[in-house]
């Protein structure tokens, strides 16, 4: 999952040389942080957060074919 975010963000961003994905928990949930440069955080969130709810919503499809559960947190620096 950490390497479908790190593509998508990179696919959207300005500066993907800057683009971070950590992954972070255990077996009932796995949190993804994602950090990116902040001139392109707002690329990454999108008008009233549809660009992030669309990441959050393809990492909770593909969690649920692997019967996980991932949560998407956008990390300012």
Do not use: C, W, Y
């Not at 009233?48 to 956008?74: D, V, W, Y």
Request: hydrophobic share 40%; glycine share 8%; charged share 30%.
């Amino acid at each position: 999952m950490k390497e479908l975010v790190n593509v998508i963000a990179k696919a959207l961003v300005d500066r993907p040389d800057e683009v971070r994905v950590d992954a972070h928990g255990g077996a009932p949930v796995t949190v993804i942080e994602l950090r990116v440069s902040p001139e392109d955080l707002g690329k990454i969130i999108g008008r009233q957060g549809r660009t992030a709810k669309s990441i959050r919503t393809l990492l909770a499809a593909a969690g649920s074919k692997q019967h996980k559960r991932f949560t998407l947190e956008i990390v300012e620096d």
